[in-house]
């Protein structure tokens, strides 16, 4: 199998001998689809499905989750698990601007999404307005399950295969820029 | 984070002069985002070197303002605010607000919706106090156990949904009664729990109770005397272990509790060892009640048959005209209780727990006042921290069980 | 692991801690009102700390709670606008108390926190939530609501903040006026108009089990 087979044989041929092509970017992008390490931002009930959702039943680190880095500069994902409130809302900006690019936002649950039960003075209607969210969650709260399910759209969305609600297809994540 | 923030009082600063060197306090703030600090809890901590000489907690991260949009709802709509302030034990919120309303409305509620009632929130108890063991664990750096509390959990949380139709946070409870009845699977359910669940907890103590790292890192640590403790206003089973036999459900028994036989554990060092002890104790009690609740339990109705608060069955609504403007009123507007204003003390996993309601004879309260048990508890992390090592810090917190929705409400 | 075999006060004990507070609770101008099995006593601002402290000596030792009502709307209210009340407990658990005391806008109250440490972060609530301030309070500031936050939430007129939702087509709904056929006000925007739903006719459809009825009873 000298480099001359390489040139000469074609593309099937040779992934059947077992040598795979690809971009860059979306080797990048599938590695980084399939590491996606979340920032522990739970706040309340969510929070406690957000834990179930990694415990032996429903285990997210087969999804890639092994861990939940405690210090966001360590993750790439924010799960935002509860109800936020304005007090908090500076220190969830201040938390998301820590993490490093590439990063994304996981808005878990009713109240995260659209401020849930509580349209009142002291929680934020949507966590949209602080961070710039990628996947919503409903429920209240959401089956571990459902959070899992969002990983995995997430996942697809890092590598490129979602769609946005308009049906146009959402870019992969940037190798080397972002 | 600037004086203002944290009051003068706050401040513990002094200035040493040691040999040539300058000595100050350090001031840390452990934030409010924070993997072991059970939710947004932010603490403002005075140090020296690794002893705390100051602590402060700074709370409201999750101020939710729970009571004041329980004034805009129906009574019977509060219940689903009602357990998302301590989502982990929410069936003692809404047993406590539910008893509230009965009492000032002078409902009967039906004897197996009692037992039922008691049932769920014994069942919600020991999925709380399992909580608590794993996440104390997993502060402290014990990953496993909390995995095998995850899976007991998990069977309490087939259990809820088997008969609630949510895991967590459940609307089952209404005034006067239960939403439905409890489908037949849950009995040999229960019985499957409570088989093998006591061999679970042998195994929880064999993998911490006996643990040297697990005795030496809590044993003596966050003492808390029974002047301490009762001054600061501690409840619950972080004051049973402070050598208090204090517990509503046996002290001042509501909705059911007089009838079944259980101990209330105690502990006499009230150290941080006895405050997660006695939590394994409890779970054991709780198992008893739970077993006595579902072996007395009599077929019958789950809801006060009073038409004033309970919907009329379907049926009826073909044949009474009376049902169906019952039906009407009470879907539109609520029922209305007379003005007065009730408090009932409850005992929830974590404390003194209890629901104070003005009523202005209206369909909305007037007033909640929710006496969370986590607010007051928290205050008692001062005296137990103080003169502690800063690592002590994070068991102590663990150990006095805080759940920071029930304390910013 | 000791066991839980103290004495609880029984009934005549209780009844009589609690005849023995209020006896000494009158004289200080305190006004009792019992409800369902609850006694309350009204003592005016000048004599509360006494009052608190009449009550822990007389058995009822423990603070359980400090907190708040706003009587602005309460129909048919007379008096002071809020009331600060104090709910006291016995050390056994069964037997409670509720202290009273009438406050104006802009009216201050002594603290309780030289008897009870507990009531720091109560006294703190009630500050943050109502305005009242309480004197002599070692640490008196907001405790749950924001730094940068204006007014006292649970006051009757701070408004509850509500934002109208918003729907695709343009329309929004403002909740006030969607709660409004709740109190039975007016119709408001649901236009209920009431009765049994279509379509599910008797109990044969749901079966037994479903609404209020156990098994094997029949109607009540």
Not at chain 2, 132 to 149: E, H, R
Request: aromatic share 10%; proline share 6%; net charge negative.
């Amino acid at each position: 199998m000298g480099l001359r087979d390489l040139f000469e044989k074609d593309i099937q041929e040779l992934e059947n001998e077992g040598i795979l092509f690809s971009s860059l970017e979306k080797l990048v992008a599938w590695g980084r689809s399939n590491s996606l390490w979340p920032a522990t931002f739970g706040l309340a009930c969510c929070a406690i499905e957000m834990m179930q959702s990694t415990n032996a039943r429903n285990d997210m680190s087969r999804f890639g989750s092994e861990v939940f880095r405690a210090s966001p500069r360590q993750a790439d994902v924010m799960i935002v698990a509860g109800r936020l409130s304005k007090k908090m809302a500076p220190i969830m900006r201040r938390v998301y601007e820590q993490m490093p690019d590439p990063k994304w936002v996981i808005s878990m649950g009713a109240c995260a999404s659209s401020g849930g039960m509580f349209n009142n003075y002291a929680i934020v209607q949507n966590v949209d307005s602080v961070v710039p969210v990628d996947i919503f969650v409903p429920g209240c709260p959401p089956r571990p399950e459902a959070l899992v399910y969002a990983v995995m759209q997430l996942q697809k969305k890092v590598r490129g295969e979602a769609f946005d609600q308009h049906g146009v297809e959402l870019p992969m994540v940037e190798g080397w820029s972002r | 984070m600037s004086a203002r923030d944290l009051g003068h009082a706050a401040t513990v600063t002094r200035e040493e002069q040691h040999g040539e060197f300058e000595t100050r306090y350090m001031r840390i703030n452990v934030g409010p985002q924070h993997p072991s600090t059970h939710g947004v809890l932010r603490l403002v901590v005075d140090l020296d070197g690794e002893e705390i000489v100051g602590i402060k907690p700074q709370i409201g991260y999750l101020h939710t303002g729970f009571e004041k949009t329980m004034e805009n709802r129906t009574y019977q709509q509060g219940v689903t605010y009602a357990n998302r302030m301590d989502y982990l034990h929410g069936f003692a919120h809404d047993l406590a607000y539910v008893l509230s309303v009965e009492k000032l409305m002078d409902a009967r509620v039906p004897e197996r919706a009692q037992r039922i009632r008691v049932a769920l929130n014994e069942l919600n108890r020991i999925a709380s106090h399992l909580v608590f063991i794993g996440t104390g664990l997993l502060d402290m750096g014990a990953l496993t156990p909390f995995f095998y509390t995850m899976r007991e959990r998990e069977m309490l949380l087939d259990i809820f949904e088997l008969v609630c139709g949510v895991r967590m946070n459940f609307g089952y409870f209404r005034v006067g009664g239960l939403y439905r009845d409890v489908p037949d699977e849950f009995f040999p359910a229960v019985d499957q729990f409570l088989e093998m669940f006591p061999k679970m907890i042998v195994q929880y103590e064999r993998l911490f109770a006996k643990n040297d790292i697990f005795v030496n890192r809590l044993k003596n640590v966050g003492v808390l005397s029974r002047e301490t403790a009762l001054d600061w206003g501690l409840t619950g089973p972080s004051l049973r272990a402070s050598g208090v036999p204090l517990d509503f459900r046996k002290a001042a028994p509501y909705g059911g509790y007089e009838d079944y036989d259980f101990d209330v554990p105690t502990y006499d060092a009230g150290d941080a060892l006895s405050r997660m002890l006695i939590r394994v104790d409890e779970m054991r009690e709780s198992m008893k009640i739970v077993r006595q609740a579902v072996d007395r339990m009599e077929p019958g109705p789950i809801r006060d048959p009073d038409r004033r608060i309970s919907l009329p069955p379907r049926s009826e609504l073909e044949d009474s005209m009376e049902a169906v403007i019952f039906h009407f009123k009470l879907v539109t507007e609520g029922f209305h209780p007379p003005r007065g204003e009730v408090y009932v003390a409850t005992e929830s996993a974590r404390g003194e727990l209890g629901y104070y309601i003005v009523s202005d004879g209206g369909s909305m309260p007037y007033r909640v006042k929710v006496r969370v048990p986590s607010l007051i508890n928290l205050q008692s992390l001062e005296p137990a921290c103080l003169g502690g090592l800063f690592a002590d810090m994070i068991v102590n917190i663990a150990s006095l069980d805080p759940i920071m929705g029930d304390v910013d409400k | 692991m000791s066991d839980a075999g103290s004495h609880t006060a029984s009934d005549i004990e209780l009844a009589a801690a609690t005849q023995a507070t209020v006896d000494k609770l009158v004289p200080l101008g305190g006004v009792v009102k019992t409800f369902k099995d609850m006694v309350s006593v009204t003592v005016p601002k000048e004599h509360i700390v006494e009052a608190v402290s009449v009550a822990k000596e007389s058995g009822f030792a423990m603070i359980s709670d400090v907190f708040g009502i706003d009587y602005l709307t309460y129909p048919g209210h007379q008096g002071k606008r809020f009331t600060v009340a104090y709910n006291m407990r016995n050390p056994d658990g069964n037997g409670r108390i509720f202290i009273r005391v009438d406050v104006d806008e802009g009216e201050s109250l002594p603290t309780i926190t030289g008897l009870f440490k507990a009531a720091n972060f109560m006294e703190r609530e009630v500050y943050d939530m109502f305005g009242v301030v309480f004197e002599g309070h070692p640490d008196l500031r907001k405790l749950l609501t924001p730094e940068d936050f204006d007014g006292h939430p649970h006051r009757k007129d701070f408004p509850l903040g509500e934002t109208p939702t918003l729907f695709n087509e343009g329309r929004f709904l403002d909740p006030a006026a969607f709660r409004a056929g709740l109190v039975g006000a007016d119709p408001g925007l649901t236009g209920w108009k009431g009765g049994a739903a279509k379509g599910a006719r008797s109990e044969q459809d749901f079966g037994q089990g479903a609404g209020m009825h156990g098994k094997e009873s029949g109607k009540p």
